[in-house]
């Protein structure tokens, strides 16, 4: 986040005076900024819910991605005036508060964790906090997890494929909404596509259902199992299993896998080939 950013959070505040004391947040800001006073900070870190109201603001124009993104999350003024404080101290002196705002993080209630978590990539070099993230894939709490997981380009953006591929998949086993998965072609991997097919394989043997959109990483990889898997699918009596591996095997390019998508359903590889058929689209 740069300086321009962090003013830019601080203009919204400015935008609800009338839920927020910034005036005693600045005056904070200035003491902790100048005397590097770690006392002071927690001290302000703890005090922000009596001075910021738990109340969604106003976007008018999300056409900034940040204003999109603060809007997609709803993002209410607590949550921002702790996102504000946080990248405003690391942004005065990272080598000395990153570590403070990582200790701040550690004894979090779930609340703020989830806060963190979410707005995470707003914070300047976050990339330093990955460890956090990192951890909230191992919780059962759902709403931790999906803080980190559901529209946050973080893990895209910062997590290692392990990490990702962990993410994916408990998602599926979570039975969480994959759409919401930001970055999921890009991070795409052969590993993942492996995985994936057993545990589709693991499921269709207990004779349980999965989520279709499961298979959205899988294109670039579709060689032995995964071709028969997408035979199966494309010969389950599911139009939305139909669909995506319609998409897979489109946009893997293969001969073999177009083949396929064309003998067994010549209409859905016409509304691949015309740009009818999406992700967004595969549902009934």
Not at 142 to 147: D, G, K, L, S, W
Not at 210 to 224: A, C, E, H, T
């Amino acid at each position: 986040m740069t300086q321009s950013q962090t003013n830019f959070l601080r203009k919204l505040l400015e935008d609800n005076p009338e839920l927020t004391d910034l005036a005693w947040i600045d005056n904070n800001l200035d003491h902790i900024i100048n005397q590097k006073d770690t006392q002071k900070f927690y001290l302000t870190y703890s005090l922000m819910a009596s001075k910021s109201v738990e109340k969604k603001f106003l976007i008018e124009d999300a056409r900034a991605s940040e204003l999109e993104y603060l809007d997609r999350h709803q993002a209410d003024v607590l949550q921002l005036s702790r996102v504000y404080l946080l990248a405003s101290v690391l942004e005065s002196d990272f080598d000395f508060f990153g570590p403070k705002v990582a200790q701040i993080i550690q004894v979090a209630d779930g609340g703020e964790l989830i806060t963190f978590l979410k707005f995470l990539v707003l914070l300047p070099r976050s990339d330093y906090f990955s460890e956090v993230a990192v951890e909230a894939l191992r919780t059962n709490i759902t709403p931790v997890f999906e803080a980190i997981t559901m529209n946050n380009p973080y893990p895209s953006l910062h997590f290692n494929e392990q990490q990702w591929n962990q993410m994916y998949l408990k998602a599926a086993f979570m039975q969480l909404d994959l759409s919401q998965i930001i970055g999921v072609e890009e991070r795409a991997n052969a590993e993942l596509a492996r995985i994936i097919s057993d545990y589709a394989h693991e499921r269709w043997a207990a004779s349980r259902d999965i989520d279709p959109m499961i298979w959205r990483p899988v294109s670039g990889y579709l060689k032995n199992d995964l071709m028969a898997d997408m035979q199966q699918l494309l010969k389950s009596d599911k139009s939305s299993e139909n669909r995506a591996a319609a998409l897979c095997c489109f946009h893997s390019e293969l001969k073999d896998a177009l083949e396929l998508l064309k003998s067994v359903s010549p209409d859905l590889y016409s509304l691949a080939e015309n740009n009818e058929l999406n992700w967004n689209e595969i549902y009934d």
